[in-house]
């Protein structure tokens, strides 16, 4: 009897021990601020072929469109692309908030799926200054559905341009952060325009509520920086440092992508708030540079004097002054809510914050086999709840993992693997 | 080896290229009183407050043409012969070249070194030079760096950072790039003592240095990723001051 009950016990042991092992995520960071800084260090993530044959090319999206002087080395819009010898599925990537086709994100992914065999074609953001001043209608960023029909015409366009040059079977779609929302509102235009039929649609680490998430983003630099911007100076000052006595007792170390990563492992911090200062700095300067492209191209008269047109060799620093002071928010009362009251005045701000969201493409996401998700518990851009609302809407299409904060386990060998998976399980049907 | 002809043309083209963008650039003057913004530094920035972005940049306008201006002499002659030479050159070849280059260049790292008392880093770059000369080949090999001899890099922009001059006005220098007076003023006595008491003077033979300034040049820019205007944003050239000022800062507290 004894023995009976001893066995089952070990049985029972054995099975759980498999079991956490199964499920064991060995990403280094736990801490979500930390993993959203400082990302996956080389030595933690995938090891993927670093260089490939990357084609960088242009196309005018609006032929009559004079971009201002201050603006004139994005006056067209520009993206990449890889192909493959021979037949293959083409994939769209398209970038997180204010990123560009190049960013550092999306080289790892381009890298991942030129290596799993796909072409590859990359966009910038819709909050980009490039996309701002070439590609969006409005020139106004930050309306889901509004910027997500930019990027379906934009992908047409460089399609109809790349066609002969490929042998597409199939095509395919993904994005991160903002872009993962896009491509879902991307999907269901293309349902019933059918210039793709993307077979498959992966949204990684995407917001549900943009209003909440830049709301999140604008309060993390409050937090990190007591008093915000106006001591920035000070915390500024405060990271040279740190990254001075980094460089001068760490161990061989270079500035290069991993340097943050030496900064943190040498100096320990003890608390989260510089991290979260970093990624409200970080969103803060992507914000600085949508928001003055609008400005400029829009004429809304927001920080650039209605009237003036800024030119090539301009000083343009005292408006980076204002606008770093300035907030998310404010963009959205100050140059959005404007713009868009004046195509339709009925709307008032609670009804375009809730347009915003994935929440209003709630039936489309329930019932498309097709999208994916990849998310993070611990994701730092969705409030309390928003996760648990996406594994409800998602169900068994979505793979959640427990750490990894705002995109910051992307280059982690278990997320590639599942990344490049997921469209690949259609490729051997 | 490039022509003495071409040489001339591209230095030409060069000069051409300055002339216009500074013509296009004094063109261009408004005036006007304008409605003001929602957002003025008057309404929105509060007194007394301290700027990172903030940089002694009195030659701003001829600063950002000579930005422009090196965005363009690298789209259409530098990194093309760059891309060339990459696309020639076995990866393992520009490793040694890029390892010559930098052996030879240890002079630069010695004097300052001295220059500055760091007796230790002196000793290192000694032995580094040493060692890489005999064992490393002629410098194309470096066993000094595995055996835990690490490159001690200084300039003479540092060496005067170091005896606390200050950084003077921002220069964005033609091809070179950013810089500041101090630092222009280090490049300039580097390439003097460099080729009147250095490796230039020992070998003693113009085609020989021109050959190896050239391939300096083009190595240089191999190993530098830097690309003008490639973040999109309407503020890099701040940025990019701003991100220099604080590298050479740290730099010279090593």
């Known amino acids: 009897m004894l023995n009976q009950l001893y066995r089952l016990m070990s049985t029972c042991f054995c099975l759980l021990l498999s079991c956490s092992l199964a499920n064991a995520y060995d990403y280094p960071f736990a801490d979500r601020y930390v993993a959203t800084v400082l990302g996956t260090p080389s030595e933690f993530a995938e090891v993927l072929p670093k260089d490939i044959p990357t084609k960088t090319d242009s196309i005018i999206m609006f032929p009559d469109r004079k971009i201002p002087g201050v603006l004139w080395p994005i006056d067209e819009f520009y993206y990449s692309y890889q192909r493959q010898d021979g037949p293959a599925p083409l994939i769209f990537l398209v970038a997180g908030t204010g990123a560009s086709f190049k960013s550092g994100k999306m080289l790892n992914m381009q890298r991942a799926f030129y290596h799993a065999g796909f072409n590859v074609i990359s966009l910038s953001s819709p909050t980009h200054p490039n996309f701002i001043a070439t590609a969006s209608t409005s020139s106004v960023p930050g309306h889901l559905q509004e910027d997500s029909a930019d990027l379906y015409k934009v992908m047409k366009a460089i399609w109809q341009k790349l066609q002969g040059k490929m042998d597409v079977t199939e095509f395919y779609l993904t994005g991160y952060s903002l872009g993962a929302a896009q491509s879902a509102f991307v999907a269901k235009i293309d349902e019933q325009e059918k210039a793709f039929n993307f077979k498959k649609v992966l949204m990684i680490n995407p917001p549900v509520s943009l209003y909440n998430s830049v709301v999140i983003l604008d309060d993390l630099l409050m937090q990190g920086i007591p008093g915000g911007m106006d001591n920035f100076d000070k915390f500024y000052k405060g990271l040279i440092k740190a990254f001075g006595e980094t460089y001068k007792h760490g161990k061989h170390v270079e500035f290069n992508d991993n340097f943050l990563y030496e900064v943190y492992e040498y100096k320990k911090p003890k608390s989260d708030d510089p991290m979260e200062a970093l990624i409200g700095v970080s969103f803060r300067i992507s914000s600085e540079n949508m928001v003055l492209t609008s400005d400029v191209m829009t004429k809304a008269g927001y920080v650039v004097p209605k009237g003036l047109e800024l030119g090539r060799n301009d000083d343009v620093s005292s408006y980076g002054k204002v606008l770093s002071r300035l907030t998310f928010v404010d963009y959205f009362k100050g140059i959005f809510m404007p713009h868009f009251k004046a195509l339709d005045p009925n709307i008032t701000e609670p009804e375009m914050i809730k347009e915003l969201s994935l929440r209003t493409i709630d039936d489309y996401l329930r019932t498309s086999p097709k999208i994916g998700l990849i998310g993070n518990e611990d994701d730092i851009i969705l409030l309390p709840g928003e996760i648990d609302y996406l594994r409800d809407v998602f169900g068994s299409r979505a793979t959640i993992y427990p750490h990894g904060g705002h995109c910051g386990n992307m280059a982690y060998p278990d997320n590639v693997k599942a990344m490049v998976g997921f469209f690949q399980t259609t490729l051997q049907k | ?254």
């Open chain 2, 1 to 254: 080896m490039i022509s003495k002809n071409k040489t001339i043309r591209l230095t030409f083209f060069a000069l051409a290229l300055l002339a216009v963008l500074f013509a296009a650039g004094c063109a261009n003057q408004q005036n006007v009183n304008l409605e003001p913004p929602l957002h003025t530094p008057e309404n929105t920035l509060k007194e007394g407050v301290e700027y990172a972005v903030d940089v002694y940049d009195p030659l701003e306008g001829m600063n950002r043409r000579l930005y422009t201006f090196n965005y363009y002499f690298d789209k259409f002659i530098f990194l093309p012969v760059v891309y060339t030479y990459e696309f020639i050159t076995p990866d393992f070849l520009e490793e040694m070249v890029s390892n010559f280059v930098d052996n030879v260049f240890e002079f630069n790292n010695l004097t300052n070194n001295l220059l500055q008392g760091k007796v230790n880093e002196t000793g290192i770059t000694l032995a580094r030079f040493l060692v890489n000369t005999t064992i490393g080949i002629g410098g194309i090999f470096d066993p000094a760096t595995s055996s835990g001899l690490e490159r001690q890099t200084e300039d003479f922009g540092q060496t005067l950072g170091y005896w606390g001059v200050g950084n003077g006005p921002y220069i964005v220098l033609p091809i070179l790039g950013p810089s500041n007076l101090r630092d222009t003023t280090g490049i300039v006595t580097d390439a003097v003592a460099f080729s009147l008491a250095g490796p230039p003077a020992w070998v003693d033979d113009d085609d020989i240095t021109l050959a190896f300034n050239i391939t300096t040049a083009i190595d240089k820019r191999h190993r530098q990723s830097f690309r003008y205007y490639r973040t999109g944003s309407p503020f890099e050239y701040e940025m990019i001051r701003m991100l220099y000022t604080s590298k050479r800062k740290i730099e010279i507290d090593r």
